[in-house]
């Protein structure tokens, strides 16, 4: 037997169809929806590779069971940009995004739309630098302070890390590490993903 | 497979009793891996993330009843003072990402001698509320684990909610690992001072085939500080009360040999615990003037 799913992705209404009753999120996105952002690594809830927003909240999408988010909102890393501009421009972050329910933004002009997402990369114009893509701060402050290196954990960071900053704007180095203890990274050591963030957090203090 | 979604908790009910073998999944963050692993095909999974009422809990007189699905989060967050020991192994618990989704009814249901839970709901003193269409009841802690990953729960039965008392004194909570994130314990240990019965309760994890308390070394230490008239004085415990504390709680495991720790590792570090986690708490009590208030 397969079941049909609806819920909220990035703002907008999508449905998956043939889901198998014990297949994860992760693969609901990765699989179903053409969105390969959110990471599969080790399928346990230890890498945090791919963390997503669940109305509002921050999971391991390999973890919850697809029938699970029937109903419910859910942001991957190929709606940041679009998900950190909307916060900055009308102050819904995640919560109060969930509220909305069903079908995300009442206008349907916010969210990201599934074609774009699918073809949404942080390349731009110039990959190195993130130039002419449209990224969020905490994007474009991984590429800036170089915390980039195989890419692999790089999603769930950005999605933990934006969720730490949308309600700790002045994170100690504790918190950063506290926030991220459910991400693994095998290439960088850590240094410059710590950098990221404090860049990414003291940005958001000059902004105000 | 098929994939129940109860929208209310008589509907849940209603379906455990129709499939008393149905796995229930609400954080997801134990099952979900088996299934991933492909270690278990249940017939049916149901789901309990739409009964609102199990994320939920309420602060009585005496106890804390708190709903079967409450995350790790909340605890931690909003219950440190009633929960002070639960708040702190909450804490303990892998990651934030999971303790957005994981709850005590889950470590319960799995009832791993390992669950980060188990220790402090030992030493704080609980009793799991357990409904089946037949009705409900509610299980001592001390009763409610029966074997390795087994419990009461009959199979008809699902956990509602588990009523935890409040903190009468302070309470702390000590695990090993090799990291501060995710990590399982390779031991653990929970103490609760009670001054108000004057007694002292204990909780180990991961050093038995259940959780287990140590009941000899509490009865040893509240015996030790009636004695001494500690309760009142406040006066220090004395190094070879809290060494012999260590040894009795030691003595209450029964460890085996893992890939995570050897039998003699485990007796040694719940030993260090206990006598840390004792200095701990009646430090805490004495420089509190010895209220009653708990905290973590």
Redesign the interface.
């Known amino acids: 037997m397969t079941m049909r799913v609806n819920f909220t992705v990035n703002g907008r209404q999508q449905q998956a169809d043939d889901v198998w009753e014990g297949e994860s999120l992760l693969y609901v996105l990765r699989e179903r929806l053409g969105l390969p952002g959110s990471k599969n690594a080790c399928e346990q809830g230890e890498c945090g590779s791919c963390t997503v927003r669940l109305d509002g909240v921050p999971v391991c999408s390999c973890l919850v069971a697809a029938g699970q988010v029937e109903g419910r909102d859910v942001v991957t890393v190929e709606g940041l940009a679009d998900f950190a501009r909307q916060r900055a421009e009308h102050g819904h972050g995640g919560r109060q995004r969930a509220e909305h329910g069903h079908g995300g933004c009442a206008t349907g002009a916010c969210g990201t739309p599934l074609q774009e997402a699918r073809r949404w990369s942080a390349g731009g114009t110039d990959s190195q630098t993130g130039e002419g893509a449209e990224l969020s701060p905490v994007q474009q402050a991984f590429i800036d302070a170089g915390a980039v290196q195989c890419g692999f954990c790089t999603p769930g960071l950005l999605v933990a890390a934006d969720e730490l900053l949308e309600r700790n704007a002045s994170p100690s180095d504790a918190d950063i590490r506290e926030a991220l203890s459910g991400n693994l990274c095998r290439c960088t050591g850590y240094e410059k993903i710590l950098d990221a963030v404090r860049l990414a957090a003291a940005r958001q203090g000059e902004a105000v | 497979?098929?994939?129940l979604?109860p929208a209310s908790w008589e509907e849940a009910l209603a379906a455990k009793a129709e499939h008393p073998a149905a796995v229930p999944?609400a954080?997801?963050?134990d099952i979900?891996?088996e299934?991933?692993?492909d270690h278990r095909?249940p017939e049916h999974?149901l789901?309990l993330?739409r009964i609102t009422e199990l994320s939920e809990w309420e602060v009585g007189g005496e106890s804390v009843r708190l709903g079967a699905s409450v995350p790790y989060t909340r605890i931690m967050e909003d219950l440190r003072t009633e929960l002070p020991g639960l708040a702190l192994a909450s804490h303990t618990v892998?990651?934030?990402?999971?303790r957005?989704?994981g709850g005590v009814g889950g470590n319960l249901g799995t009832a791993s001698p390992a669950g980060d839970a188990h220790p402090a709901l030992l030493a704080a003193g609980a009793e799991v509320e357990a409904e089946s269409v037949r009705g409900s009841r509610l299980i001592p802690i001390d009763a409610f684990y029966t074997g390795v990953k087994r419990n009461a729960l009959a199979p008809d039965e699902l956990i509602r909610a588990v009523h935890v008392k409040k903190a009468d004194g302070p309470q702390q909570y000590a695990k090993v690992g090799t990291r501060?994130?995710?990590v399982i314990a390779v031991c653990a240990f929970g103490i609760a001072l009670h001054p108000g019965t004057r007694t002292v309760r204990t909780g180990i994890g991961s050093a038995a085939p259940t959780p287990v308390r140590a009941e000899a070394a509490e009865e040893f230490l509240s015996a030790a500080l009636e004695e001494g008239g500690c309760w009142d004085s406040g006066g220090a415990i004395t190094p070879s009360v809290a060494k012999r504390f260590a040894e009795l709680a030691s003595g209450a495991c029964n460890p085996i040999d893992d890939v995570r720790g050897t039998a003699r590792y485990r007796r040694h570090a719940v030993g260090i615990m206990a006598r840390r986690t004792l200095g701990w708490t009646w430090e805490q009590y004495r420089r509190s003037g010895r209220t009653l208030e708990g905290a973590a």
């Open positions: 497979m098929d994939f979604r999944i954080g997801g963050t979900m891996v299934i991933n692993f095909r999974l789901d993330n892998a990651s934030p990402q999971i957005n989704r501060n994130a995710m």
